[in-house]
């Protein structure tokens, strides 16, 4: 399917790059060229910091009441083009449409719709001193920067957009470069839902054109979903101007599973957590510890249902595993299942790119289980972002809480038991962000979220997200006069 160009979204309006520069979007599933996106420049760039800038203040002078309204209104709109969204999704990330309308559309309309309705309780504190009082004003940043990674673009861009705008801020967003047709359609929605222009802007553009807008003297504050690695180089980006950071980075998640699981809830569990999205999913649980006491019923059930998993076209409603993001990416992920192999993990199943008919056009690789890994195996260690899963077996709980967080990383974790004090303790001891007891994946957006260790600074979601998009000023108030210790 070949679509008409795509342009950047600056100040109300679709516009071509100033310079006129463009680059080729492809289909994961058969590399075909999609479309040719406009490639924003500095000067681009500039012109969305302007026109927020110049929007923002009279958008926080609005009540939250009316902020919010804005926000619902644009869920609704976005609930309405579900099929549409979801099949550009599914185009352009390789995601299955079996998961696009609920995990794409649906979460980012639930985002709308929790901050829109959360604005209007947006509110700072009163407190009386004795002859005096405080009082704390909620007051926006002022242009926010959001920078987005590929494998969730809508939701990603309903994460840092819904919050930010529900506090009174601007938004300038950077989709990722493999992934730029959904942001432009929030664009779309949101002003039809009356958001003033200026207030929400796309650019489109590889990791300079991010640089343009970390480096920016008028953005207060960079949001970035992203690697590790592009934190760290945000970060010291931004130090420049001492502009604040929510970093939601990558992760190598434990998901423990106790002898006392529901076995069959603890495989569904297991292929959610590394299957779902072709295994492209931060959170993912991919250290799969499994008490030594069910090791092989655990594994013989997993590699049964695994081997079912049906990959295909991803607009296809059959289809529960499509392509990975790009050529380039399948090697990488290719590459570590080499290096699996030859450190010594047991291939169980999958192992290698599916060339079958079709599906040699796209960038498939089949479910992967390793079993028999070992804590120092690079499979193990690194976060690999595919459908690869590591199986290692534990004794007791001290030793795989000690195992779980010998890692980097500290996005997420999963226990499964039926001793609910077990999955206290152990979500208690877990080093991560966020930790599911009997479940996986599973992101409400009343619930924060986020990471510590290498995953992260700050966090998404919930009310939590109101102190990332705003700050506190305090307001003293003195009734009983000054005490002057001068004559
Ligand atoms: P990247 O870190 O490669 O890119 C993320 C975004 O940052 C892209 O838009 C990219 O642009 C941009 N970028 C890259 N370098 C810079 C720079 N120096 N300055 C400013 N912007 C830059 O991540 P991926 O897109 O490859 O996504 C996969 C990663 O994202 C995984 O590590 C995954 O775990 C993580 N992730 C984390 C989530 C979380 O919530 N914790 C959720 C989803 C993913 P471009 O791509 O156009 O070059």
Redesign the pocket.
């Known amino acids: 399917m070949q679509m008409e160009d795509q342009y950047l979204f600056i100040d109300g309006e679709s516009v071509a790059a100033a310079d006129g520069t463009t680059f080729d979007n492809h289909n994961p599933a058969t590399g075909a060229t999609i479309c040719r996106v406009a490639y924003a420049g500095e000067a681009d760039v500039a012109r969305a910091v302007a026109a927020a800038r110049k929007a923002q203040p009279a958008w926080a002078q609005l009540s939250g009441t009316e902020r919010g309204r804005i926000l619902r209104r644009a869920a609704e709109l976005l609930r309405e083009r579900t099929d549409e969204m979801a099949r550009l999704e599914s185009l352009d990330t390789g995601r299955p449409i079996q998961e696009t309308p609920e995990a794409d559309v649906g979460s980012g309309a639930d985002c709308l719709e929790y901050f829109g309705s959360l604005a209007a309780s947006i509110q700072g504190e009163y407190q009386d001193l004795g002859g005096a009082f405080y009082y704390t004003r909620r007051e926006p940043l002022g242009v926010c920067a959001g920078?987005?990674?590929?494998?969730?673009p809508l939701q990603?861009a309903c994460w840092k957009a819904a919050p930010a705008l529900a506090c009174g801020n601007a938004l300038v967003f950077?989709?990722?470069?493999?992934t730029p047709l959904t942001a432009l359609r929030l664009a779309e929605i949101l002003r039809e839902a009356g958001l003033p222009d200026g207030l929400f802007n796309v650019v489109q553009?590889?990791?300079d054109t991010?640089?343009a807008?970390?480096a920016h003297p008028d953005i207060a504050k960079v949001s970035?979903?992203?690697?590790?690695?592009?934190g760290r180089?945000?970060m010291a980006?931004a130090a420049a101007t001492l502009k604040q950071v929510t970093m939601?980075?990558?992760?190598k998640s434990p998901l423990i599973i106790f002898a006392d699981a529901d076995l069959d809830e603890a495989v569904s569990a297991a292929m959610m957590a590394n299957f779902y999205s072709q295994g492209e999913?931060?959170?993912n649980g991919t250290r799969v510890f499994v008490d030594q006491d069910i090791r092989d019923r655990f594994l013989e059930r997993l590699r049964e249902r695994t081997a079912r998993l049906r990959l295909g076209d991803p607009l296809d409603a059959a289809t529960e595993v499509g392509p990975l993001i790009s050529p380039e990416h399948m090697q990488v992920v290719l590459d570590y299942i080499d290096r699996g192999r030859s450190e010594g993990a047991e291939l169980l199943c999958g192992g290698e790119r599916a060339t079958d008919g079709e599906l040699a056009a796209g960038s498939f690789v089949y479910p992967t289980i390793f079993s028999d890994c070992r804590d120092d195996m690079t499979i193990v260690r690194e976060?690999i972002?595919g459908p690869v899963m590591s199986v290692l077996e534990f004794a007791d709980e001290d030793e795989v809480i000690e195992r779980a967080n010998a890692t980097r990383y500290g996005?997420a974790a999963g226990v499964f038991t039926r001793d609910l004090a077990r999955g206290h303790r152990v979500a208690a001891a877990i080093e991560a962000g966020v930790c599911w007891i009997n479940n996986y994946n599973v992101t409400p957006i009343e619930m924060p979220?986020?990471?510590v260790k290498l995953?992260?600074i700050g966090r998404e979601n919930g009310t939590a997200a109101v102190d990332y998009y705003s700050q506190r000023k305090s307001v003293y108030v003195e009734l009983t006069g000054v005490d002057c210790p001068y004559d």
């Open positions: 920078i987005g990674a590929w494998n969730y990603i950077k989709p990722a470069e493999l553009g590889y990791a991010g640089q807008l970390t970035l979903t992203g690697e590790a690695g592009t180089a945000v980006d939601e980075l990558g992760g999913i931060c959170t976060e972002f996005l979220f986020g990471g995953s992260g």
